[in-house]
């Protein structure tokens, strides 16, 4: 793949920030072994932390992390052969010295002039703080900074955020996480709309109604009570995850398949995504929330909200794309639906258009295609009733990797097409701006239901299209 107009390196040595964190012990870890494994992450991992831990502490809780993701299925030599590359620079980030520790680290384990990848998987209130002491140590000239997520609050703080950090780094060193950006199903939307000719033929206002998206989670905030009630499901997982999503499911094709031409598409499209009008919203919290560790007396955090987009391109005119997401509702799946428009006329069904077709694309849990088409029941007379057409890429195409392990490769070799370049997370920023920070409280649904009555109408009188039942 061409990364020619960036800073291509390949990392001589990893350097991992908050690696005692959750976030490192949930996917990071997990993800690193399953690159040592398949021989991808060869250099030296230094972790750095505000731990009593020492080298061998870290180690320890490093083999914890992986054998309580992989159980029996962790190879000890594997694992051995990722923990002898581990070392350990412990120490509050405000203090220059962790960055000279970190420096001497560095240069012991792959030489003076080693090239860093540096994965800042700590909260973002850091960012600033850690890029600020990398510099100060001299090593930003040869640093390619990772970032996690959030990055900002909203346009103004993102903006701040990477004046800061350009400071230091230039763009093409700066990459931003989205997880989403590292789902084996989010890249395959490229693959499916530009490698086929049939849906490149359907995708656009002469054939497709609206579009649906629901990405449901059947679970609740759980102990992230203090994360959550900060940030709540529009800068959570629509402005970044869904927004993203939402580029590659309607851009045009990209120039070629490079990081920047992409991204480039991805930009065009965003930007002719009009800003959201919060009369186009509806807003839910689940009932009992507010109960929830950690959450402020008189919150008005949504966890679940449902939108309207437009998008004024010559693509896209006319044709709406509703969008929700949300916590504690029935099922966990991202789902993107087209919904086509009628054919021009009802032959079978005395005028009045039956159910229309459908072309569901299913990122979550099981990615695959779903096309819903119209097919005659036995008979006597020509019914037209739905029929799905089913593909579930795993049973044809095998096991993907995981997100992490897609972020990690990519970002120790040195392609950024699956991070967020700063013009698009603008856009997206600039998209949800006046939905963010509602002072209204969020209409109460509860756990297990759709979200609030009010978003069932949405797409119009007949609601929202039906879902798949679970693959088995
Ligand atoms: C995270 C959000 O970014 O994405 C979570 O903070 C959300 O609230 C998660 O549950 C969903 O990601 P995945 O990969 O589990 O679908």
Redesign the pocket.
Known sequence: MAVARNDARSADVLVLFGITGDLAHKLVLPALYQLTQRNELTVPLIGVALTDLDTDGLRHHVAESVEQALGSAADADVLARMLGRIDLVAGDYDDPAVFTRLAQAVTAAAGPDAFLVAYLAIPPSLFGTVADGLAGAGLNDRTRLVVE?PFGRDLASAQALDARLRRHYPEDRIFRVD??LG?EPVEDLLVLRFANALFEALWNREWIHHFEIT?A?D?D?SD?GS??DA?GTVR??VQ??LLQVLAYLLMDSPLSDAADDQRDAKHRLLRAIRTVDPGEVVRGRYDGYTDTPSVAPGSTTETYVALTLHVDDWRWAGVPVYLRAG?ALPR?L?DLVAVLRPPPRALFTGGVHPRPDLVRLRL?PDAGVTLTLLAKRPGDQDIPVPVPITVAFRQVLGPMQS?YERIFADALRGDPAHFARMDNLEEAWRIVGPILDSPEPPLVYPRGSWGPQAAATLPGPQGWVELPKPET
């Open positions: 997520k997880h989403f789902k990405m989670e679970f905030v992230r994360f959550y940030v959570d997982v970044n995850h916590k966990t991202l979550q997100a």
